[in-house]
């Protein structure tokens, strides 16, 4: 199928790096699509799932998708996925210049299995693929090993993403970072590459992406593009970037606070709204390929490495969870924290979440005054964040090491009620929508294949005025109602699916892309006449077969429940007081809808309607 | 004095029009700079405030500034002044193309006396000026007239400004509407315009501002204007316009809404927020020699003239008087409805507060269903909003008549205990800012001359953490708080009426220009060493010649009080929820603090100080 490079370049890493090409298969292509759902696929047939997440047998995928390098726009973003240190299917997605890169490079993915035995780095150009020594690399922050790999190789136009002291050590929420501050952060993917000893991955090329119809092509790509920049948000987001949303959502009763605690703080949003990111900001920031350019950039707050001015602005995840959850409402101390966590390549939103946790702890005396070793961990302590954050990606001491895990980790170890307040589902910290404002995000968390995910199910818009009618969901819903909900988030998980597969940034979404639009294109690029029930059936596959890769790691529906402090802790106070989500209800219909057991594994029935016979297994070791 | 044209065109209407030239003394100049200052200066010469404010023989002033056509950005505003059908002194101010335009006809204001016999309007051009009839225009919407008058006169870059039926039935909330929608609002000056019947102004000018030192004069414009365009409030108000306050204000219970009665409405804020906005837009705006460019345009909602594909679209304070007072939530019937306010000449804050009156009215059986004319005034009734405004601006039926000249008067013809939610002061309804949210605003709204105004004393700026140093506002303050509010009102109107006298726009301000800013530039251009102190002792002199003058009318401290439902009436909800301000204990000390008496008039030793014995006659007048 054209559009695609039909390569998958396969590494084993060991004393002597082996490398082979993986061909493509039209038939996978058709029905996997590409990115999440090619890397789903790839991993479901050679993972062993029930190997430790840090086995050197573990394979790691970083996948990108068939728009990617085109003009399509926000198609610039790649997949790594592997089994999470959180024990199920883990994921994480970041957009910026690497993806193009690889692509350019002439492969659709990256398969690295095995491990070395001394720091390395993988470096892919032009079809070749070389194992490169990275010792001089470890420790290093992100940012300094992206700039010390791009003058090693000489190229300027190198792109590379890789980890952090966080990564090396092992933490179950290190992330993966590239373009200085781009973050594929959640679920742990920086440990992985951490537990191979493969500190970055590196790319150039030079090919062009072949297209079937080249002037259809162009035709549909310049009238998507068109779309989106005549489109009401995308000045919005263009101008704010995500930071917009935390007056919004604050509004709302959509941000969290104090750990999920406070439905409202108006001491606080205030010093971290988008009038107050207008006091940090140095310039705006795009991907490849957007219109909407959505990021943005600070003032380099350590000031190193040398020469570099400005680095990746906090986005509104690590906003609220560095900010609202800890009481912090300093922008620049925000700023600063956010950064930190990019160098040490961890999960902001879990970092965040892990240090109010601990804050509460402290606060219920269950971590005392000598356990803090000399951090003052009351509520709103911004000088708390950087010495935390160091210690939790170094695992330094026991607090750092109580830490280092995220909040359900640190809950077992601590005991004594903690698990009450570590907001968490299948080990994933929530991220910063509430589910006590937007019921649809407490069924949207519990039934995400990651864990509590930010992006699988974003249909806070459909219950804020949303519609998307070629994929049936043409009416808006109530925020706080039950109805209506099950049906939403089923078909928002396939819709997800299919934009994470065609690595789409959700963004274009919000911006006024649909389905249809994206077809349209992916059409002339690739020659297949793919219906948007087709893209919409391939969307349900690529869901299902993260869930059936959930039940061979030994989940069930147990794990699709919300934290006690989401469903029976009301707000006091803001635009969400007094409302929990009846989940178990809305997960039931679910199930119902879904043709899911009442343990939450798919009927025989489902899986052979998607074609997943090959996976069946999985469901049959869960069902017991 | 240099940048000065040193004159003002006198015209007498009547049967046959009179004009002179009155010469501008830099003496005058250098005490009341210009615009406000002047305006109000030459009126308190000549004009007898016993008259009725329709009698003929009143004055309507219209002023601009010594920085007008300049480079310096902001100073392209225009005051028309007079006494206010409201029954004291009368200002309103607007920007766009029309100042300049005057200034580069050769003069620094208009001051129009006598009345025609007939419709009429007046044209400048170059020195010179004509009458000219206007018989065909009047009953025209201010769009119509305004092209018409372009058309008629051959020159496409003839600026104009002028009423609307409003005006022409003598409303008291009739504006003054410029530039297809640029409304000088408040206080009823369009009124005064309606009775002279002169239906609009007309400029059209070729002069060049003669400066006194042109090179250092552009190397202080061009840094005031990077300051500003690299200000972080002007790239918000740049992509946004005013609308985006509607959440802001909404979190912190600022936006009034249900006629002042209701904290917080999350149902419908997010219908009229920014994001609502951008669903409306069709193209920013700005006003000459404008870095932020805050104006918004709309499709034009009536379609009329055909040609205007876009009108200007509402600022907050529309979308708050027209949206969240009456419970209107659907941001295109609120365009709609501004729209028709600025056709009509209609002050749209006046005209919103009045219909949330109304509906208050009926909701209470005030107002009966067989008042209502066939309209439902029942709360969030966006199709009332059209018929109502029409109505008022023809004085039309019962209600038409009863609604025309806002809510004192309607209170005053309904009685029935509706006094108490007829919320204005000095009969100028209140703006949509809240003194139950911070403080600050009720001194404000008290103390300024013109009645309850949102431009005098911005104060809560410096209540949400703006500082201005060189004016001794050093000091951000807590916005319940009353400590400190005294001093910085006193203060603040002061700054104001320099500003106002400078004809800059307060928006320049919030990105960032303080009076060092302005006097570094007025310096150059006018070869007067003033200093930030002189200026300021400008604004004193200024601020307190409009208390003069409102004594003159009749006015003392009684007439400074806030209506019932602002000081006793707390909000149930919100984040402003169980506050009222103390206004009372605030004005004591501001009338401590300005050296005025216990009813409110500035002391002898306070006239003398400010070099304003001249008018000290008023004073003595009102302590009878």
């Known amino acids: 199928m054209k559009s695609y490079n039909g390569k998958i370049l396969e590494v084993e890493?060991?004393?002597?790096?082996?490398?082979?090409?993986?061909?493509?298969?039209?038939?996978?292509?058709?029905?996997?699509?590409?990115?999440?759902?090619?890397?789903?696929?790839?991993?479901?047939?050679?993972?062993?799932?029930?190997?430790?997440?840090?086995?050197?047998?573990?394979?790691?995928?970083?996948?990108?998708?068939?728009?990617?390098?085109?003009?399509?726009?926000?198609?610039?973003?790649?997949?790594?996925?592997?089994?999470?240190?959180?024990?199920?299917?883990?994921?994480?997605?970041?957009?910026?210049?690497?993806?193009?890169?690889?692509?350019?490079?002439?492969?659709?993915?990256?398969?690295?299995?095995?491990?070395?035995?001394?720091?390395?780095?993988?470096?892919?150009?032009?079809?070749?693929?070389?194992?490169?020594?990275?010792?001089?690399?470890?420790?290093?922050?992100?940012?300094?090993?992206?700039?010390?790999?791009?003058?090693?190789?000489?190229?300027?136009?190198?792109?590379?993403?890789?980890?952090?002291?966080?990564?090396?050590?092992?933490?179950?929420?290190?992330?993966?970072?590239?373009?200085?501050?781009?973050?594929?952060?959640?679920?742990?993917?920086?440990?992985?590459?951490?537990?191979?000893?493969?500190?970055?991955?590196?790319?150039?090329?030079?090919?062009?992406?072949?297209?079937?119809?080249?002037?259809?092509?162009?035709?549909?790509?310049?009238?998507?593009?068109?779309?989106?920049?005549?489109?009401?948000?995308?000045?919005?987001?263009?101008?704010?970037?995500?930071?917009?949303?935390v007056m919004i959502c604050a509004y709302f009763g959509d941000i969290p606070i104090k750990n999920w605690r406070l439905g409202d703080w108006p001491e606080g949003i205030p010093g971290l709204n988008a009038e107050a990111y207008q006091t940090v900001l140095t310039r705006n920031w795009h991907c490849r390929a957007c219109p909407v350019g959505c990021g943005r950039k600070v003032a380099n707050p350590l000031g190193e490495p040398p020469g570099l001015a400005d680095v990746t602005g906090p986005e509104y995840e690590c906003l609220a969870a560095l900010g609202t959850m800890c009481m912090v409402s300093d922008i620049k101390t925000v700023v600063a924290a956010n950064d930190l966590c990019n160098r040490l390549g961890m999960d902001a939103i879990s970092a965040g979440t892990t240090i109010a946790f601990a804050m509460e702890c402290y606060e219920r005396g269950i971590l005392k005054e000598e356990d803090a070793e000399g951090i003052d961990l009351s509520w709103g302590n911004g000088d708390a964040l950087a010495p935390l954050l160091r210690k939790m990606a170094s695992r330094e001491g026991r607090l750092g090491s109580l830490l280092a895990d995220g909040t359900r980790a640190a809950a077992e170890k601590l005991g004594q009620g903690s698990e009450r307040f570590a907001v968490h589902c299948k080990?994933?910290?929530?991220?910063?929508?509430?589910?006590?404002?937007?019921?649809?995000?407490?069924?949207?968390?519990?039934?995400?294949?990651?864990?509590?995910?930010?992006?699988?199910?974003?249909?806070?818009?459909?219950?804020?005025?949303?519609?998307?009618?070629?994929?049936?969901?043409?009416?808006?819903?109530?925020?706080?109602?039950?109805?209506?909900?099950?049906?939403?988030?089923?078909?928002?998980?396939?819709?997800?699916?299919?934009?994470?597969?065609?690595?789409?940034?959700?963004?274009?979404?919000?911006?006024?892309?649909?389905?249809?639009?994206?077809?349209?294109?992916?059409?002339?690029?690739?020659?297949?006449?793919?219906?948007?029930?087709?893209?919409?059936?391939?969307?349900?596959?690529?869901?299902?077969?993260?869930?059936?890769?959930?039940?061979?790691?030994?989940?069930?529906?147990?794990?699709?429940?919300?934290?006690?402090?989401i469903v029976s802790e009301p707000y006091q106070e803001g635009n969400a007081a007094n409302f929990v989500p009846d989940h178990q209800t809305m997960l039931e219909e679910y199930y119902r809808l879904q043709k899911w057991d009442e343990k939450g594994i798919p009927t025989e029935e489902r899986i052979r309607e998607l074609g997943l016979e090959e996976f069946a297994w999985m469901a049959e070791r869960a069902r017991g």
């Open 13 to 245: 890493l060991g004393e002597a790096p082996v490398f082979s090409t993986l061909e493509l298969s039209e038939e996978d292509a058709a029905r996997y699509i590409g990115g999440l759902g090619l890397a789903e696929l790839l991993l479901a047939r050679r993972m062993d799932w029930d190997l430790d997440p840090f086995d050197p047998r573990g394979v790691v995928a970083i996948m990108v998708g068939p728009l990617t390098g085109t003009e399509v726009p926000g198609c610039s973003r790649y997949v790594v996925a592997g089994k999470s240190p959180l024990g199920h299917w883990g994921e994480a997605h970041a957009a910026g210049y690497f993806a193009s890169e690889l692509k350019a490079a002439g492969y659709d993915g990256i398969l690295i299995s095995g491990a070395s035995s001394r720091p390395v780095y993988l470096y892919v150009h032009d079809g070749e693929a070389e194992i490169r020594d990275a010792s001089r690399l470890w420790g290093l922050g992100t940012y300094e090993a992206e700039a010390a790999i791009r003058e090693e190789l000489g190229d300027p136009k190198v792109r590379v993403i890789g980890i952090g002291p966080a990564g090396e050590n092992l933490s179950h929420m290190a992330s993966v970072i590239g373009d200085e501050g781009r973050a594929a952060a959640r679920s742990g993917m920086g440990a992985l590459l951490g537990s191979k000893n493969l500190k970055a991955v590196a790319v150039r090329g030079r090919g062009k992406v072949a297209l079937h119809d080249e002037e259809a092509f162009r035709r549909a790509a310049k009238e998507i593009l068109e779309k989106v920049k005549s489109n009401a948000t995308c000045g919005l987001l263009k101008q704010h970037g995500t930071p917009v949303n």
């Open 427 to 565: 080990g994933l910290e929530l991220p910063m929508h509430d589910p006590k404002a937007f019921s649809g995000w407490a069924l949207a968390y519990g039934t995400t294949n990651r864990g509590a995910c930010h992006l699988s199910a974003t249909t806070y818009n459909i219950e804020r005025g949303m519609t998307l009618p070629d994929i049936g969901l043409d009416q808006p819903l109530d925020r706080f109602a039950s109805e209506g909900k099950a049906a939403m988030v089923k078909t928002y998980h396939a819709f997800s699916a299919v934009l994470e597969s065609l690595v789409a940034c959700k963004f274009m979404v919000y911006t006024g892309l649909t389905l249809t639009d994206f077809r349209s294109a992916l059409i002339p690029a690739t020659g297949k006449e793919w219906t948007v029930e087709e893209l919409m059936e391939c969307g349900y596959r690529i869901y299902h077969l993260g869930r059936l890769i959930n039940h061979a790691c030994g989940l069930t529906g147990e794990d699709d429940r919300m934290p006690e402090r």
